[in-house]
């Protein structure tokens, strides 16, 4: 992919599935470094209270005065004020921690809950390319202030046993987001995560997968190896921990099939 002299607007992402441990927050760091070095600026937005995303790049959550939840919730403040730079030449982290969970209870009483963060994102689009919603494992109203604030949907999904189980109830919240909050949201793509070749297993659960969703499946797999878990500790994305590793090669892969796919319109 060729480098782009500017910037902006950005296509905005939501990286989604109300189940925990599918790869989520590890997709959202891997396949923003892979975009950020493509030359794409790129925000990261942990929207999930546990801080997975911030800790995954070598954020304390609980050290911070700032974070989304702030952003939410208070009027006048600016998002370069809760913003933090990362490691990654071009890519930016909105930080969260246990505060956005009171952000779920708060917002229900506000005017238009459901558009709170793509009210707080708007005045960002334009110093970024793509800016990836790393959600919590829940339907709740964060979640649907992702989907509302997206222009698309990546959903990861293990190749495991249960994968298809809930997908159904996902579709679902996509589509009623659609119809009722943001007709122009679409599914990018179903991406396989936790891949083992070696196993039969995992080669069947992928062939349903793309038995039952066809073309919305990214062609990139992603393999399960040791490498991501010791990313998280490291604090850094695998494009740099382990620059020429499977992992960081299929996230790349993944990062040519979101430009070739989701270009922004
Ligand atoms: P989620 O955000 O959906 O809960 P995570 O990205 O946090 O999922 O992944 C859950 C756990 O699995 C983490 O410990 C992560 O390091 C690990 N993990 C993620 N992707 C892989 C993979 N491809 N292979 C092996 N372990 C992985
Ligand atoms: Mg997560």
Redesign the pocket.
């Known amino acids: 992919p060729s480098p782009l002299g500017e910037h902006g607007p950005a296509r905005i992402i939501a990286m989604c599935?109300q189940k925990?441990?599918?790869?989520?927050?590890?997709?959202t760091i891997n396949l923003g470094a892979a975009l950020a070095e493509y030359g794409r600026r790129v925000l990261l937005v942990d929207f999930d209270p546990q801080g997975?995303l911030s800790v995954g790049l070598g954020v304390n959550p609980m050290e911070l005065d700032l974070t989304v939840y702030n952003l939410l919730m208070e009027r006048g403040l600016t998002a370069d004020e809760v913003l933090l730079k990362t490691a990654v030449p071009g890519m930016d982290l909105l930080p969260s921690n246990i505060d956005l969970s009171a952000a779920e209870v708060q917002l229900v009483s506000e005017v238009a809950r459901e558009s709170a963060l793509a009210r707080a994102l708007k005045p960002l689009m334009n110093d970024y390319d793509y800016v990836i919603i790393d959600c919590q494992?829940s339907l709740g109203l964060l979640t649907v202030n992702a989907l509302t604030a997206a222009h698309s949907v990546i959903v990861?999904l293990e190749c495991e046993f249960f994968a298809l189980r809930g997908v159904a109830l996902l579709t679902e919240t996509i589509e009623k987001v659609c119809e009722r909050l943001n007709p122009d949201l679409r599914l990018d793509g179903i991406l396989a995560?936790?891949y083992d070749s070696r196993t039969v297993h995992s080669r069947e659960v992928l062939a349903r997968v793309v038995e039952a969703f066809g073309e919305h499946v990214f062609h990139t797999v992603?393999?399960?190896?040791?490498r991501?878990?010791e990313t998280?500790v490291a604090g850094e994305p695998i494009t740099t921990y382990a620059s020429n590793s499977v992992?960081a090669a299929a996230y790349r892969q993944l990062a040519r099939e979101v430009l070739a796919r989701c270009h922004v319109e």
Not at 20 to 27: C, H, N, Y
Not at 222 to 226: D, F, N
């Open positions: 599935n925990g441990g599918v790869g989520k927050t590890t997709s997975a494992p990861p995560t936790m992603i393999g399960r190896t040791v991501f878990p998280t992992g």
